[in-house]
Every structure is written in structure tokens, then in C-alpha cells.
């Protein structure tokens, strides 16, 4: 018998940070020393209390099916939150818990676009978001930005790339993988063409209690209350309280956008049901709970990035834009693209650079063709300061070795 796979899948990648961080984790099952750069993953523990929380519960026999949108309980206290920091009026109906930020944001691609519909998506990106919107038979339109801008796209770039077909933009700040944060008037300036444009604005607001260097999370549904109405809202612990294995994420809208919450939930509904239990009771706790281990793994963070940085920038020949938010820092390493290995071998591509780099340094990076943005790298400063150095020194003397 001969398998047949759908042909939705024909266009679509393994998410190479997924792939990298798997192969590095096999070189380590195998007693090989190495440094992982790939996961965006903090190496933080969940916080105590959050812990001892989900503990008492499973005594008290938490660990059923709860509503299909999540417990309400939770809901309020993610209503409230992102009212809070939205400025908008937002209700535990408009909210729906997934399985992680990714499941809510295929949840929404998959409830939002029909065939031939665009979205814009400014790159570099998350890995993820064009390969979501292909399958849901849409079309991804990539916007290119510079690192002289600070990766930021500009409200003439989203001006001049709307077409009739234009549904959304994803915008993802701080940014996932350059960390670039936008500033007040950028976010205002993109405000102005959305609403001109008549566009709805998926937020994935993931990183945003990850800022630094005197930036600011700066919400677009913020600006106004009509922006509000066209802003779908995408965040969740995994990064912020160190749960990423938790697997909870949510979405939130304004009254305006309910009945695409409602399709959502009919997704979920038919697919997941709802998130675990458990690790809703933990989400509860985290957001209501004591929030100092927010800033103390902020302040981790930021020391990390500091050392990174001054690190990348003293290799010969890469340039590194200074990342005010997340954890991640994205060099240009593009010199080295096209150089000769010791063995002869000629590094054509940058998957092809951070492949033999992980061979050969035992440093894994992820590849910035993955992004969207090819002659750059990755790495997740989310992880020890000793490993950071190690790291760093392994990269710099494996690539002088190339000619």
C-alpha cells in the first residue's frame, strides 16, 4: 500500500530550533560536551510557590476535565491581567487557555484565515508564525527589516504591502529572535496604518516582562480603544515564570473580537478540549501569586545578555544590535558564510555554518535562514552565565579556524 500525506504539509518545515536543540541533546545523551545555545527555554526552576501550589491541589484532587476555555478562575485573573496592562476592557468569556502560546496562536490562524488570505509578518520571526499561516491555507507576507532600524518594521513597510486580500499583522515585541523591543512612537506610527488599513493586529506578547536597558513594553491595544477592538492578545507564563513545560498559554480580545474567541474554542473543543488542570491551578498561581521572581530572573537575564553581547561583538568580523528584550541575541555572522573548514569543506549556507560549528565547536546555534533571516544566529542567553563564557569561546576560536 502506498501512504499518501496531505499536500498541506507539502510547504511546510520542521521548526529548526526545535531540530537543533534536538541534535544537541543526543550529542549530550552520548557523554559529548556540549553548549546549547538553541532553546528559548529560561534554565530557571518554576518558582517555589507555584510548585507548592500545584502540589496541594493534586492532594485535594485537582486533575479533570475542566471547561474547554480553562477553569474561571484562571480566566478572571487573566482577564484582569491583561486588562491591566492593555488598558481594555477584557472579560473571562473573551479568554480562552491553550496548550502553550503556540497552540493558541494555531488555534487562531486556523479560526481567522481562509484560503488566500494574507498575513503580514515581519521578519526576522518567530519560526513559527509563516508555517501556521500556511496551514490554514493562507499566505505569509514577509517584511523584511535592518538591523540599522533595530529590526523594527515601519508603518510605511505595512502601508505599502496591504493588499485587498491583507487580513492581519503579526506583531511580536519584544521579538523572538532579535529581542528588539519598539519604541512608543513606532507602535504608534503602526497604530495609524492599521487602523487605516482596516487590519487586525495578532500581539504575541510573550516576552513582554522580559525589557531592559531602559526599554518599554509598549501595547499597541494600548494606543486606543479602536485598536483595542482589533487587537487579538497572545501571551502566557511559559517564559516569564520559567513554565514551559507547563504547556500554558491563552488569548484575549476585547467584546469586539468574541466571536472569534468562540471559533477558537470550537477548534479546541474538537482537537485538545482543555489545558491540563493542573498546570492551570499553577498558571492561577503565578499570576496572583508573589511576583518578585519575575524581576529576580529579569535581573538574571539582563546580567546574561550584558556578558553575551560584549562576548559576540569581540569575535572578528560579527556584528551583534544590542537586544533590549526577551533572551536572545542575533549576530550577523555572515562573514563567515562561504569560508573553508580545516577539512576542506566550504560552509555555503548558515544552516550549514551552525551545523559544523556544533560538530566541530560543540556549540549549538540556531541558524538565522530560519527566521527569515539568512547570515545570522541565535543564541538563547537563558542559561548560565558559566556556559555563556564557555559557549561564546568555543564559537570564537572553531570559526577562526575557518578560511
Known amino acids: ?80 491581567e491583561m486588562s491591566r496592562v492593555h488598558h481594555a476592557t477584557i472579560t473571562p468569556d473573551n479568554v480562552l487557555v491553550s496548550v502553550g502560546a503556540k497552540h493558541a496562536l494555531y488555534n487562531l490562524f486556523m479560526a481567522l484565515i481562509d484560503p488566500g488570505d494574507e498575513v503580514l509578518i515581519p521578519a526576522p520571526f518567530w519560526v513559527s508564525y509563516p508555517d501556521m499561516v500556511m496551514l490554514a491555507a493562507g499566505t505569509p507576507v514577509t517584511l523584511p527589516t535592518r538591523a540599522e532600524d533595530d529590526f523594527a518594521v515601519t508603518a510605511a513597510q505595512v502601508a505599502a504591502a496591504c493588499t485587498p486580500r491583507t487580513r492581519a499583522i503579526v506583531l511580536n515585541n519584544p521579538s523572538n529572535p532579535t529581542g528588539a523591543v519598539y519604541t512608543r512612537a513606532q507602535i504608534e506610527a503602526l497604530a495609524e496604518v492599521v487602523l487605516a488599513k482596516n487590519l487586525l493586529v495578532i500581539s504575541d506578547d510573550i516576552y513582554r516582562s522580559l525589557v531592559y536597558a531602559g526599554a518599554e513594553y509598549v501595547s499597541i491595544a494600548a494606543v486606543s480603544p479602536a485598536l483595542a477592538d482589533r487587537t487579538i492578545l497572545v501571551d502566557g507564563v511559559s517564559k516569564t515564570y520559567a513554565m514551559t513545560g507547563w504547556r500554558i498559554g491563552y488569548t484575549s480580545t476585547t467584546a469586539a473580537l468574541a466571536p472569534l474567541i468562540k471559533a477558537m474554542s470550537k477548534i479546541q473543543g474538537q482537537s485538545t478540549s482543555n489545558a491540563s488542570h493542573i498546570a492551570q491551578v499553577a498558571t492561577l498561581a503565578a499570576l496572583t501569586g508573589p511576583q518578585d521572581c519575575v524581576e529576580t530572573m ?25 537586544p533590549k528584550g526577551a533572551f536572545y541575541a542575533f549576530p550577523d555572522v555572515g562573514a563567515y558564510v562561504g569560508k573553508t573548514t580545516p577539512e576542506g569543506k566550504v560552509l555555503a549556507t548558515d544552516v550549514e555554518l551552525c551545523d559544523w560549528l556544533l560538530d566541530a565547536g560543540k556549540v549549538a546555534v540556531v541558524p538565522g535562514s530560519g527566521f527569515g533571516a539568512p547570515g545570522h544566529v541565535r543564541l538563547s542567553y537563558a542559561c548560565s552565565m558559566a556556559n555563556i563564557e564557555n559557549g561564546v569561546g568555543r564559537m570564537a576560536r572553531t570559526l577562526a579556524t575557518l578560511r
Open 298 to 322: 529579569r535581573l538574571a537575564f539582563d546580567e546574561r545578555r550584558i556578558a553575551m553581547v560584549k562576548l559576540l561583538r569581540a569575535i572578528p568580523h560579527v556584528q551583534c544590535r544590542e
Open 1 to 80: 500500500m502506498m501512504l499518501k500525506l496531505a499536500s498541506r504539509l507539502d510547504p511546510i518545515k520542521p521548526s529548526i530550533t526545535l531540530a537543533v536543540t534536538a541534535k544537541a541533546a543526543r550529542l549530550k545523551a552520548d557523554g559529548i560536551d556540549v553548549v546549547s545555545f538553541g532553546a528559548g527555554e529560561p534554565d530557571f526552576d518554576t518558582p517555589q510557590h507555584i510548585k507548592d501550589v500545584a502540589r496541594a491541589a493534586l492532594d485535594q484532587g485537582v486533575g479533570k476535565y475542566t471547561d474547554v476555555a480553562g477553569t474561571l478562575a484562571l480566566r478572571k485573573a487573566i482577564a484582569a
